[in-house]
């Protein structure tokens, strides 16, 4: 028999969602779209229409959205949210496509504060995990706060031929692919 811890109404599982807020950049044929959620593959589903509540401007271009890239390690939603405010609010906000949005990212990655009223940066020890193979510019520094997930960076020629490495025309020469997890 299985038991669920429940709390004033609320189970154990729905405690652990609530803290477990992610920020997410999907990708598909060039468009991107950035945005936080408890339940990031669900949410994937939903811009991709393969269930509903997907956001229109993802709808109005789906199927095919791919996870690029995930935040955690958010305490509660609020901070998500304020995560997410911050790296849509990093100029230049009419600039799109992969590459401003990873500069986009790494920008707030580095900031002290990423809102006026979020907390210290360095107090929320967040992990980035990389979901597709992506170039990254040579200059991708982010705090030590901050953990890469895969940690392994790969020469961009080691790729697995089956991989595909999304258009980096905009970045500098200098790059380096993640393998696909």
Request: overall charge positive; hydrophobic content about 35%.
């Amino acid at each position: 028999m299985c038991k669920t811890l429940i709390i004033n109404n609320i189970s154990a599982f729905t405690i652990a969602r609530m803290n477990n807020w992610a920020f997410y950049i999907i990708e598909n044929a060039g468009k991107t779209y950035a945005g936080v959620s408890p339940d990031p593959k669900r949410r994937l589903r939903q811009h991709n229409k393969e269930i509903s509540g997907g956001a229109k401007y993802t709808t109005s271009h789906a199927p095919g959205w791919k996870h690029v890239c995930l935040v955690h390690g958010f305490e509660n939603k609020i901070q998500a949210m304020q995560f997410e405010w911050a790296v849509k609010h990093v100029p230049p906000r009419n600039k799109g496509g992969l590459s401003w949005r990873m500069k986009k990212l790494l920008a707030v990655f580095n900031k002290t504060k990423w809102t006026s009223k979020s907390p210290y940066a360095n107090s929320v020890p967040l992990s980035i995990k990389f979901e597709l193979p992506y170039c990254i510019p040579t200059d991708w520094q982010t705090p030590t706060y901050i953990t890469l997930d895969p940690p392994e960076m790969c020469d961009p020629h080691e790729a697995a031929a089956d991989h595909e490495v999304l258009a980096c025309s905009e970045l500098d020469h200098h790059h380096h692919t993640l393998p696909e997890a």
